[in-house]
């Protein structure tokens, strides 16, 4: 079954413990994007990837890292997590590098809470 | 940079109306998509737009991209429980030189039974 997974799901951790969220897909897609969903905020781009060993920030990469050493994974990572990054995260991915152009498919969330 | 305007925020509608939610850029768009997001799920991808005055349909949706492709709607006709959501608009289109897909913030819609 073509998925994007995410893992974990839900994550409860202190201010300044790192931690890495995952996410892999096994569609085979070139292009693969961070978001965050925030009430009101809608979802904001943290980072992006057009192709393995390319990454790019998005709107909102404050605090946080990415990279893609492999086509099919492309962990979230906060090196020092703070309470403001208390969000819903979604993992995307989309065919091609022209993202306009195809569509995204979205992992499942990961729901994490800083304290 | 480019901007993606979605309203209504939310929309509480009885089962039966019928439900409309608009998006506006900032600049041209060379297309648009459309997602949903069921409560407690994922953006699930719905439909994308190229052309300028596309209408597409599918089943009880209309979705619409405008001629001068700075707009877009996409109407439900007689809701169902079913089509509880937020749903999500993402305009293409070139930002500072660079294309980028940029979402708007989603209009809710709630349906009473």
């Known amino acids: 079954e073509a998925q994007v997974t995410q893992n974990p799901r839900y994550l409860i951790t202190v201010t300044g413990k790192k931690l890495t969220v995952t996410c892999s897909q096994n569609?085979?897609?070139?292009?693969m994007s961070w978001y965050r969903q925030d009430p009101g905020l809608g979802l904001r781009q943290i980072y992006y990837?057009?192709?393995?060993?390319?990454?790019d920030k998005g709107d909102v990469p404050e605090g946080y890292k990415v990279s893609r050493k492999e086509k099919r994974n492309f962990p979230l990572i906060l090196e020092s997590p703070s309470p403001n990054q208390t969000s819903l995260y979604f993992c995307?991915?989309?065919?091609?590098?022209?993202?306009?152009?195809?569509?995204?498919?979205f992992g499942p969330g990961t729901r994490l809470t800083v304290t | 940079g480019q901007q993606v305007m979605q309203i209504p925020q939310y929309q509480h509608v009885q089962e039966g109306e019928d439900f409309t939610t608009y998006c506006n850029s900032s600049?041209?768009?060379?297309?648009i998509q459309w997602y949903k997001q069921r409560p407690g799920g994922h953006p699930v991808f719905l439909i994308q737009?190229?052309?300028?005055?596309e209408v597409k349909k599918q089943k009880r949706l209309t979705f619409q991209f405008g001629e001068a492709k700075k707009n877009s709607s996409l109407h439900i006709t007689a809701t169902q429980t079913t089509d509880v959501g937020t749903y999500f608009c993402?305009?293409?289109?070139?930002?500072?030189?660079?294309?980028?897909?940029?979402f708007g913030k989603g209009t809710k819609l709630t349906v009473n039974p």
């Open positions: 737009l190229v052309k300028s005055g």
């Open positions: 600049t041209t768009l060379s297309n």
């Open positions: 569609m085979n897609h070139e292009y």
């Open positions: 990837s057009m192709n393995v060993e390319v990454t």
């Open positions: 995307a991915s989309s065919l091609s590098g022209l993202v306009g152009f195809y569509e995204q498919y």
């Open positions: 993402a305009g293409f289109g070139t930002q500072g030189g660079s294309e980028k897909l940029v």
